[in-house]
């Protein structure tokens, strides 16, 4: 009996080790993404910048002159 519960407890801890691991590895990937989403989604934000028309400075004055009214 004792060595079956032994052999149950090896067996218990080789899965736990293997699940820590991979959840390490997950981890690790989840990580990885995140930054890469973060890169792209500065890069959309300089594109769309860059399609976005700018207004002169005298425009912008003017329509905050025309908000104040």
Do not use: C, F, H, W
């Given at each position: ?30 990580s ?13 934000q ?24």
């Amino acid at each position: 009996m004792k060595d079956a519960i032994e052999q149950r407890l090896a067996s218990l801890q080789s899965e736990y080790e293997a699940g820590q691991k991979m959840l390490a590895e997950l981890e690790a990937k989840r990580s990885q993404l995140t930054t890469t989403l973060l890169r792209i989604e500065g890069a959309m934000q300089v594109l769309r910048e860059v399609l976005t028309p700018e207004q002169p400075a005298a425009d912008n004055v003017t329509d905050l002159q025309k908000a104040a009214r």
